[in-house]
T-cell receptor
Framework: QKEVEQNSGPLSVPEGAIASLNCTYS??????FFWYRQYSGKSPELIMSIYSNGDKEDGRFTAQLNKASQYVSLLIRDSQPSDSATYLCAGFYSGGGADGLTFGKGTHLIIQP | NAGVTQTPKFRILKIGQSMTLQCTQD?????MYWYRQDPGMGLKLIYYSVGAGITDKGEVPNGYNVSRSTTEDFPLRLELAAPSQTSVYFC??????????????FGDGTRLSIL
């Protein structure tokens, strides 16, 4: 069973602080991981992708992957009210009859002005 | 730069009716996907296609059918609509990759209600 688990929140963070979002996955066969941001009533928008162990930084966002612990995280520095959204963690699984993304249920992030 | 285009944006169906959700992409991507998202939930894969003429089932294919006659188009067919199919449907596409390390680009979604 390919599962991606996230705390649904809501996670409330003061403006300017660091928001930390976490995700665990069950199947070691996953090859790539993605963080998507989804505003209410909108489609998912890619924020970060990560394929190898360690950290990957892009502007205010840092993705972290630990394949040994089956753990993925997203850090948002200097959080802004516009960062308030649901963040979806997804892993790509290939083979076994279904090539595609397995999504977590998402973490609802609220940035307090 | 259209990307992934889905039509219609909203639709209400009666139980037992059928319809086709349209999806087209102009990025020449080989891979295309259909997901559904129920309220408060993540997206679940319905069907996917790795190229024209090739389709395969995802996690929740029951009650749906797809076809892929061209690279650009990947329609999703609902036969005998049921209330459990009330959801938001997203189409996505990505370039070919053996490792799945190319991000998927999503359309704006179709909000479907079955009454």
């Amino acid at each position: 069973q390919k599962e991606v688990e996230q705390n649904s929140g809501p996670l409330s963070v003061p403006e300017g602080a660091i928001a930390s979002l976490n995700c665990t996955y069950s199947d070691r066969g996953s090859q790539s991981f993605f963080w998507y941001r989804q505003y209410s009533g909108k489609s998912p928008e890619l924020i970060m992708s990560i394929y190898s162990n360690g950290d990957k930084e892009d502007g205010r966002f840092t993705a972290q992957l630990n394949k040994a612990s089956q753990y993925v995280s997203l850090l948002i520095r200097d959080s802004q009210p516009s960062d308030s959204a649901t963040y979806l963690c997804a892993g790509f699984y290939s083979g076994g009859g279904a090539d595609g993304l397995t999504f977590g249920k998402g973490t609802h992030l609220i940035i307090q002005p | 730069n259209a990307g992934v285009t889905q039509t219609p944006k909203f639709r209400i169906l009666k139980i037992g009716q059928s319809m086709t959700l349209q999806c087209t992409q102009d990025m020449n991507h080989n891979y295309m996907y259909w997901y559904r998202q129920d309220p408060g939930m993540g997206l679940k894969l319905i069907y996917y296609s790795v190229g024209a003429g090739i389709t395969d089932k995802g996690e929740v294919p029951n009650g749906y059918n797809v076809s892929r006659s061209t690279t650009e188009d990947f329609p999703l067919r609902l036969e005998l609509a049921a209330p459990s199919q009330t959801s938001v449907y997203f189409c996505a596409s990505s370039p070919y990759t053996r490792r799945g390390n190319q991000p998927q680009h999503f359309g704006d979604g179709t909000r479907l209600s079955i009454l």
